[in-house]
């Protein structure tokens, strides 16, 4: 059996002191070691923010756990991606450790390069988040400023519009590497990616479950920027 080191995250001291976070977190992790034939050699546990550039120096029990695993020779456990971060250049720095990886919700076969890719969706995913909310700030202010006004009304539609299909097209960038990825296990149904992507732990753009109709958008709007070249 392989061994592992087990880490564990909360942002939030009430998150630290109710234990649902922590405990749903352990539950899943032995349940991937059991289905894994691993041993959890020992656990780490933090309640800190995983935002900002020096997110590791105010991280000791993270630190601690890639000594472990360095000084073991053993990987880093985790529930789910977002418990290390979902910032790109955090999860490289992470990588720069030389200490593998392992996301119970992705699976014991999501190489450094598929982290890579999911970091960087959950990164997108929380970046169209606040733009669309502040684009959604800024259009009812604009409105309520100038009401009744159907000029202002209607460039402010249309610079939505533009706005939303640019955010869409860079969405599907970024996911349809992983796309490919299932379609090369032998996944080409519309059904089983969505599936797929879900079981992955894969959001859609507004932050949902992939159905069959999303998996056929992104398609879609692949082969219409091949059609366009």
Not at 8 to 25: F, H, K, M, N
Request: some cysteine.
């Amino acid at each position: 059996m392989t061994s592992a080191v087990a880490y564990y995250r909360v942002s939030t001291q009430r998150q630290g002191r109710s234990g649902l976070g922590i405990e749903a977190q352990r539950a899943a992790v032995a349940r991937f070691a059991e289905a894994e034939g691993m041993i959890i050699l020992q656990e780490f546990t933090e309640i800190e923010t995983g935002k900002g550039a020096d997110a590791l120096d105010r991280r000791p029990q993270l630190t601690a756990a890639l000594a472990l695993a360095r000084q073991l020779k053993c990987p880093v456990v985790v529930a789910k991606l977002d418990r290390l971060s979902r910032d790109v250049a955090f999860i490289a720095g992470l990588m720069v450790q030389r200490v593998p990886f392992v996301v119970a919700e992705l699976g014991a076969d999501a190489d450094p390069f598929m982290l890579h890719l999911y970091a960087a969706l959950a990164e997108k995913e929380r970046r169209l988040i606040s733009e669309r909310t502040k684009a959604a700030l800024a259009s009812r202010k604009t409105t309520g400023m100038k009401l009744g006004n159907p000029t202002n009304t209607a460039e402010a539609a249309a610079k939505g519009r533009k706005m939303s299909i640019r955010e869409a097209n860079r969405f599907a960038q970024t996911v349809l590497p992983v796309i490919a990825s299932i379609q090369r296990s032998g996944i080409t149904s519309l059904r089983g990616l969505a599936i797929a992507l879900n079981s992955r732990g894969v959001r859609t753009a507004r932050n949902g479950r992939w159905q069959v109709s999303n998996v056929r958008n992104i398609l879609a709007r692949q082969a219409s920027a091949k059609l366009l070249l």
